[in-house]
């Protein structure tokens, strides 16, 4: 247990420095560069200064520092507005870390689309929970997800058929909504006992989408973007007497990541994946187990 929590700890430590090192570092590269500029300009027009530096081209270098100066951020938001991290492609099982890092901030936005959303809810819900006790610094939470509709005929999820061919099979599919009815119902239950503390505005949302369920995207406060595709052939119950299912394996499923710092731009896949989200969020229906919801 000792080991366990020693090696949490220096995590903790290095993620503390890097976090002071990417603070600095554009500082501290300004200062040198300012600081070359101006012992440059001060060598060409002072003879002790620059008889003392043993120098003959101090303007030129002087210019060059100058011209370094300037461009600097412009170089640093080239590249970083749109950059892939360090683990381009990441396991399902890593959202953790991601809602992690979304709840740092003041405002947190999440936005899901896949299959019923289990492996981001686990992750969602604990960190909900704990804003109950310790806000932080978050003060608005904004959960939307969506999920198919479960209500109308599906190739998948299915019942797998004699020939393997897709069975549309209701009572499978509603044992699949009523698995995302809960999923809303405990995170919007956790959004109301947050907002009648007043600490922290929640809101949580669902919206269903037409179609089978292909696409796996997480939108983290809109600066990185994940997504993966479902393997819509995995099948559940190849053992024993009960039937198989197209049942797609949102756990197993591999995600790439984009992430977008720096200078907002519409070109970037961040926000080509945010704007695909919101146009089927605008389109998207609310689910009939919904209060107020049109039937």
């Keep these: 247990m000792s080991g366990g929590g020693s090696g949490t700890s220096e995590r903790g430590v290095l993620r503390a420095l890097r976090r002071y090192q990417a603070r600095l570092e554009p500082v501290v590269t300004r200062v040198l560069l300012l600081g070359i500029f101006v012992t440059g300009l001060v060598a060409q027009f002072v003879k002790p200064v620059g008889d003392a530096l043993e120098g003959k081209a101090f303007l030129g270098g002087a210019l060059l520092s100058l011209v370094g100066y300037v461009l600097y951020d412009a170089v640093k938001e080239l590249t970083a507005s749109v950059r892939l991290p360090a683990r381009p492609l990441v396991s399902s099982s890593d959202l953790g870390g991601f ?10 936005e999440i936005s899901f689309l896949g299959y019923t959303g289990e492996t981001l809810y686990n992750e969602v819900y604990h960190r909900l929970e704990k804003l109950l006790d310790d806000p932080g ?62 600490r922290v505005s ?19 406060n809109r600066r990185q973007a994940l997504h993966g595709l479902y393997d819509v052939a995995a099948r559940s119950g190849l053992y024993g007497p009960d039937p ?31 704007k695909h989200f919101d146009a089927l969020w605008s389109l998207g229906a609310e689910p009939s187990w919904r209060p107020g919801a049109a039937t």
């Design 137 to 198: 610094p978050t003060k608005r939470v904004s959960i939307r997800v969506m999920v198919p509709d479960f209500g109308r005929p599906m190739t998948v999820p299915s019942r797998v058929g004699v020939n393997r061919e897709p069975v549309d099979d209701p009572e499978f599919r509603r044992r699949i909504e009523l698995k995302c009815q809960e999923y809303d119902r405990i995170l919007s239950g956790l959004s109301v006992r947050l907002n009648d503390l007043g």
């Design 202 to 220: 929640v809101e949580c949302e669902y919206r269903l989408y037409p179609g089978i369920p292909r696409d796996k995207i997480c939108i983290f």
């Design 99 to 108: 809602v992690s890092e979304a709840f740092r901030r003041r405002k947190v």
């Design 244 to 274: 198989e299912f197209y049942d797609p394996k949102g756990y197993n499923t591999e995600l790439h990541v984009w992430a977008a710092e720096g200078v907002a731009t519409g070109d970037s896949p961040v926000s080509m994946w945010a």
